[in-house]
């Protein structure tokens, strides 16, 4: 499969700490996305990374990647109740048209 | 904003049925997406299309068609609704493949679908 994978699968954290997800991949990347879901929804766009960046900044999220280790982390500061959601990460392959994107990190901040 | 409507949030359906997804997108995407969702596989690609009355083979098109003839609209269709097609249906649009700023450009999502197969 080239499905990125992301871990933890849950993680529950108090409100005004800080949350970490990770996503690994397989192969090459022209970039990795990030998503969120809130329950019921659809998913929302967060932040884009391409493969020629190593870290990337939208307000409170930060977003490294690391291509040697085929690997990407999305960190959430001074996390909120309404940061309760899942995030996914989408990789686009080199070569390929799709967007592939993980089983998400199920994250409850609470408050 | 990007909008993309589906057209029902909640829908039931007997099996053996034809059904019908509608999605339609306000911002002039070439590209649009069906997924299916489902707890612990996260989205799975039923089909895309890149163009008008384009269309493309996801991961998983077994018992699904798609049409697309107009640019803003893209319907998934079940051509006869089996038991294992109960799912959460999300329809996506991006705009095209711009190889200068990394390719893949990002999706937008509607709201879902939530199809309950009898």
């Known amino acids: 499969s080239q499905q990125g994978e992301e871990d933890p699968q849950a993680l529950s954290i108090q409100e005004g700490e800080n949350a970490t997800m990770n996503c690994s991949y397989k192969?090459?990347?022209?970039?990795l996305q990030w998503y969120r879901q809130n329950s019921g929804r659809g998913l929302v766009h967060l932040i884009l990374?391409?493969?020629?960046?190593r870290e990337k900044h939208s307000g409170r999220l930060r977003v490294t990647l690391d291509t040697s280790k085929k690997s990407s982390s999305l960190l959430i500061t001074a996390s909120r109740a309404a940061d309760t959601a899942s995030y996914f990460c989408?990789?686009?392959?080199?070569?390929?048209?799709?967007?592939?994107f993980g089983a998400g990190t199920r994250l409850f901040v609470k408050a | 904003d990007v909008k993309v409507t589906q057209s029902s949030r909640y829908l039931v359906k007997r099996t053996g049925e034809k059904v019908f997804l509608e999605c339609v997108q306000d911002?002039?995407?070439?590209?649009m997406f069906w997924y299916r969702q489902d707890p612990g596989l996260g989205l799975r690609l039923i089909y895309f299309?890149?163009?008008?009355?384009?269309?493309e083979k996801g991961d998983i098109p077994e018992g699904y068609s798609v049409s697309r003839e107009k640019k803003e609209r893209f319907s998934l269709i079940l051509e006869s609704a089996s038991t294992n097609q109960t799912s959460m249906y999300l329809c996506?649009?991006?705009?095209?493949?711009?190889?200068?700023?990394?390719?893949?450009?990002?999706?937008?999502f509607g709201d879902g679908t939530r199809l309950s197969i009898l």
């Open positions: 989408a990789t686009a392959y080199t070569g390929g048209f799709k967007t592939i």
């Open positions: 996506a649009s991006s705009s095209q493949f711009i190889a200068r700023t990394g390719g893949h450009q990002p999706q937008h």
């Open positions: 192969t090459s990347i022209n970039n």
């Open positions: 990374i391409r493969s020629n960046e």
């Open positions: 299309s890149y163009d008008v009355k384009m269309k």
């Open positions: 911002m002039d995407h070439e590209n």
